[in-house]
């Protein structure tokens, strides 16, 4: 065979970086013998992942990077979060993402319930106590993250959220359209907090932590709402049966709505003290039964939100030596690259291009020899938009849809 047959896809999430100290990125002053040789192996470029000075959603960065079109398909976080965390949703629920946080006389004075860690028993009492006007399915997610999933006729995604996204007066949920499906949902959320609140406020677990001289978490704050997307399955447009290996919840539920098999790694956490080797270990397993693999691995990007160059520098150089242990050849086209940019100088993602890198059989190779923002800006796939590279993978792959006779 002259092509390649598979596709690893390993997304960075927020490598990229702006210039900071002595004006290097954290990419530049890692060290990534492994992530330098591919670079040399194979083709460079940069890319606007929605576009030219968009900041991507890691949401819809990652829809994009899968060929999805994120203006058609995006209706919002909770969906992806509430497929990632295990609810079955169907097309037409309305998810929400949610925290447990601390409410004192209606105002929130935690939006995280002083980090609580372990909300198990208090979600069981809620799905328990719990009464809607309509069907609904909550869980708990990590730390002090959940979601709520709405079912049935009549509901509308709408409706404005609770969450005020600090401290603050706690909101009420108002229609943002005038008809009798938003009406009715903001009222179910309404309901929802009220009941959440009594039913939370005596709970054994929060009397315990009050006594502990810890936060209670008395409340559920709602954001993030959406109504669940019909995507076509990836495999349905793609022909590549396809696996998903990540650790947090969005990721994973965009594999899961997109019709990937979820693997679960032992240990990943979605911080930078996350057990990646065990994540690149399934990786060389996953590929042995599927043609494409999304690895996300999601340090970097927590390290620029933290501001800390250091350690998302040094995270970079851990995962360079994970990655050398991937057991690939040139029959599987490799994909580095990140869903943003992340830079530590801001601390949120920013609308700067992102490097990417192509190796495998077939790929025309470059001048390039490292793994950077700056080399690959001289790369020779010069700059593409995000929703270009699962066209370009596919041609590499001996699939691409000819255009004329
Ligand atoms: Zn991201
Ligand atoms: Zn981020």
């Known amino acids: 065979m002259c092509v390649a047959k598979k596709i690893l896809f390993v997304v960075l999430d927020g490598a990229a970086d702006r210039p900071a100290v002595d004006k290097t990125t954290p990419l530049q002053a890692a060290d990534i013998p492994f992530l330098d040789r ?36 995006y209706t919002g976080r909770g969906p992806f979060e509430a497929a990632g965390v295990g609810i079955d949703v169907r097309p037409g629920d309305i998810a929400f993402r949610g925290n447990f946080a601390t409410v004192k006389d209606g105002l929130v004075v935690d939006r995280r319930a002083g980090r609580i860690s372990d909300t198990h028993e208090l979600s069981e009492a809620i799905r328990k106590q719990l009464r809607l006007d309509c069907e609904f399915l909550f869980k708990e997610s990590a730390g002090h993250r959940a979601v709520l999933v709405l079912r049935g006729e009549d509901l509308s995604p709408s409706v404005t959220q609770t969450d005020p996204q600090h401290t603050g007066a706690m909101l009420h949920s108002k229609p943002k359209t005038n008809d009798a499906s938003s009406r009715r949902t903001a009222n179910i959320v309404n309901d929802f907090t009220r009941q959440v609140c009594s039913i939370l406020a005596d ?70 003290d996350s057990n990646i080797e065990e994540k690149v270990k399934n990786v060389n397993k996953a590929l042995r039964e599927h043609a494409f693999v999304l690895l996300n691995i999601k340090g970097a990007d927590e390290a620029g939100h933290d501001g800390n160059f250091n350690a998302k520098m040094h995270f970079l150089t851990r995962v360079d030596a994970a990655l050398s242990n991937l057991t690939i050849d040139e029959s599987t086209l490799v994909v580095i690259t990140a869903d943003h940019t992340t830079p530590v100088s801001l601390r949120e993602h920013s609308g700067d291009p992102v490097p990417f890198l192509i190796r495998g059989k077939g790929v025309r190779t470059d001048q390039t020899n490292a793994f950077n923002e700056y080399i690959a800006a001289g790369g020779g796939m010069n700059r593409i938009r995000g929703r270009d590279m699962m066209p370009v993978l596919m041609d590499l792959l001996g699939k691409g849809t000819k255009f004329g006779a």
Do not use: C, W
């Not at 677990?205 to 008395?218: D, G, I, S």
């Open 203 to 272: 709970h054994p677990v929060n009397r315990e932590r009050t006594l502990a001289n810890q936060l209670p978490a008395n409340a559920v704050l709602l954001r993030g709402v959406g109504s669940v997307p019909q995507l076509v399955p990836f495999e349905q447009r793609t022909g590549l049966n396809a696996a998903v290996i990540a650790a947090t919840a969005l990721v994973i539920g965009i594999g899961k709505l997109t019709g990937m098999r979820y693997i679960p790694t032992k240990g990943a956490t979605g911080h930078v």
């Open 38 to 73: 591919l670079a040399q192996e194979g083709i460079l470029g940069i890319m606007d992942v929605i576009a030219p000075g968009t900041p991507p959603g890691s949401d819809t960065a990652h829809l994009s990077l899968l060929g999805y079109t994120p203006s058609e398909v």
